[in-house]
């Protein structure tokens, strides 16, 4: 039986991690996919109220035009 080198079986272990991130990758981005194919998602005014925006009862006037 042949032996196996070092460097061969490190090469497999890098491989074996590559394809390993990659595939996570793949779920990653699908799972986001799916979230954002969803409806897209506003802060009401007591969203903000509770991050600590200021709100303002009336709306403001425009300067300018």
């Known amino acids: 039986m042949a032996r196996k080198s070092r460097t061969a ?3 497999r272990q890098r491989e074996a991690r ?3 991130k990659a595939a996570a990758k793949r779920e990653k981005r699908e799972l986001r996919e799916s979230d954002a194919s969803g409806e897209t998602q506003v ?3 007591e969203d903000l109220a509770g991050y600590g925006f200021p709100i303002e009862e009336d709306e403001p006037k425009r300067r300018g035009s």
């Open 9 to 11: 079986v490190l090469k």
């Open 18 to 20: 590559k394809a390993e």
């Open 43 to 45: 802060a009401t005014e």
